[in-house]
């Protein structure tokens, strides 16, 4: 399959987990605290991720100065999460404690559309350089998208929005993804600048914002789902590689 159409196929399925996180928090099921998992096994399969595979096959990479590249995507996730977004995590947000101001709402809105166009960059520059490292890329970032739809949803709703608008904000983040994909894809020759830009999106996203609320929930459960997120980008990148994906 052509890696554009493989990449918006699976861009599309991001973009769904986005949606049904924020459907989630806005149909009010008497059950989510299983979301911590997908946190805890995200963090994990994403640090590996971008440690063994994005930033190697980023520093490989002829004609651009990579670590730069890699440190730049990092502050740039970093700067708009404390300037546009301050003070939100990825977990509900409804009680009265964590009511935050109406405008916040939304500047957490753009700060995670930011985050999530970086996502679909993510996922087109891997399936250029190859399949197997796009398919690593793609369950990395699915697996926090769950937990990000839910996040953005719980923050309008907690900012006094209503559940259709708390639910467009989880659209918004899957629209965001998609067209990550899209302007990587247009832009594919350029890939030496999107591969490491989004690597450092991923170490930022893995262990400065996932890690955190794994090390809130007490106990050695959480690190051990880490573990076997980490476990899991192994088993994967040796199926793939063995495939000869």
């Known amino acids: 399959m052509h890696p554009f159409l493989l990449s918006l196929l699976v861009g599309l399925t991001a973009a769904g987990a986005n949606i049904f996180g924020g459907t989630i928090i806005t149909r009010k099921p008497r059950e989510?605290?299983?979301?911590?998992?997908?946190?805890?096994?995200?963090?994990?399969?994403?640090?590996?991720?971008?440690?063994?595979?994005?930033?190697?096959?980023?520093?490989?990479?002829?004609?651009?100065?990579?670590?730069?590249?890699?440190?730049?995507?990092?502050?740039?996730?970093?700067?708009?999460?404390?300037?546009?977004?301050?003070?939100?995590?990825?977990?509900?947000?409804?009680?009265?404690?964590?009511?935050?101001?109406?405008?916040?709402?939304?500047?957490?809105?753009?700060?995670?559309?930011?985050?999530?166009?970086?996502?679909?960059?993510?996922?087109?520059s891997g399936f250029i350089i190859s399949t197997s490292l796009g398919w690593i890329i793609f369950l990395a970032i699915f697996l926090h998208k769950i937990p990000e739809g839910f996040t953005v949803a719980s923050v309008m709703l907690a900012s006094g929005?209503?559940?259709?608008?708390?639910?467009?904000?989880?659209?918004?983040?899957?629209?965001?993804?998609?067209?990550?994909?899209?302007?990587?894809?247009?832009?594919?020759?350029?890939?030496?600048?999107?591969l490491p830009l989004s690597g450092g999106v991923t170490v930022y996203v893995a262990a400065s914002d996932l890690m955190p609320e794994v090390n809130r929930e007490p106990g050695g459960t959480m690190a051990v789902v880490v573990l076997l997120g980490v476990a899991g980008f192994f088993l994967l990148n040796r199926l793939l590689k063995t495939g000869g994906w």
């Open 161 to 194: 929005r209503s559940n259709a608008l708390a639910w467009g904000a989880s659209v918004a983040l899957g629209v965001a993804t998609l067209l990550g994909v899209v302007a990587m894809m247009f832009f594919r020759h350029e890939v030496q600048f999107g």
């Open 32 to 124: 989510r605290s299983y979301l911590k998992y997908f946190v805890a096994l995200g963090a994990g399969f994403m640090l590996a991720t971008s440690i063994i595979e994005i930033i190697p096959k980023s520093l490989a990479l002829p004609g651009t100065n990579a670590p730069v590249l890699i440190l730049a995507g990092y502050l740039l996730i970093h700067f708009f999460e404390h300037t546009v977004t301050p003070h939100f995590h990825f977990g509900e947000e409804t009680h009265r404690e964590h009511f935050v101001a109406a405008h916040k709402g939304f500047s957490v809105v753009v700060g995670l559309v930011i985050h999530a166009f970086f996502d679909g960059i993510a996922i087109s």
